[in-house]
T-cell receptor
């Protein structure tokens, strides 16, 4: 089944404790991105990647890092999480820039 | 820059009622327009899309028409069901230097009662 998977689905952590949210797609898509969803703000792009080893900032990149060492994986790294990063995070992928994006199930993060 | 504005929610309807969720956009060029749906506890799923002016996207009884003259892409359904309860997002893809980014509206919560 073609899908985007994320892990973990739910995470509670404390300020300053480094964490990684994994994202994997099995569709051989070149383009991947991370969004965060906050009430009243919709989804905002954090980072995106157009291919292996090619990443760039989205609209709200502060406090986040990403890497793209393999085509299928695009982990999101929070080096020192803060409470304002409490949010619902979605990974997405698509084959080409012009095509429809497929979203993962989301990761709900609470930073205390 | 690009932006999407959706009608304020939440929207509460009775089963079989008519649904309209308004969406207007601001973008340079000729964006593609999308409606995504998020069911409780799930990720976003593409509901329908339109890629050029006057195109009508449709799926599962939902429809939306790309109106360039009014920069709108309103979502409609003639008879909603309880199973349509979800959050609906309007989004655009402007191409060019946006590198595939979707610009989303704030989302509209729809609740349908039996």
């Amino acid at each position: 089944e073609a899908q985007v998977t994320q892990n973990p689905r739910y995470l509670i952590t404390v300020t300053g404790k480094k964490l990684t949210v994994t994202c994997s797609q099995n569709m051989n898509h070149e383009y991947m991105s991370w969004y965060r969803q906050d009430p009243g703000l919709g989804l905002r792009q954090i980072y995106y990647s157009m291919n292996v080893e090619v990443t760039d900032k989205g609209d709200v990149p502060e406090g986040y890092k990403v890497s793209r060492k393999e085509k299928r994986n695009f982990p999101l790294i929070l080096e020192s999480p803060s409470p304002n990063q409490t949010s619902l995070y979605f990974c997405a992928s698509k084959r080409q820039v012009q095509e429809t994006q497929y979203f993962g199930p989301g990761t709900r993060l609470l930073v205390l | 820059g690009n932006s999407v504005t959706q009608m304020e929610g939440p929207v509460t309807l009775s089963e079989e009622a008519f649904l309209t969720i308004n969406c207007t956009y601001t973008a340079t060029g000729y964006p593609s327009l999308f409606w995504y749906v998020q069911y409780p506890g799930e990720g976003l799923q593409l509901l329908l899309k339109a890629t050029k002016a006057d195109d009508k996207g449709s799926n599962k009884g939902f429809e939306a028409t790309y109106r360039k003259e009014t920069t709108s892409f309103h979502l409609e359904k003639g008879s909603v069901q309880v199973s349509d309860s979800a959050v609906y997002f309007c989004a655009l893809f402007a191409g060019g230097t946006s590198y595939g980014k979707l610009t989303f509206g704030q989302g509209t919560i729809l609740t349908v009662h039996p």
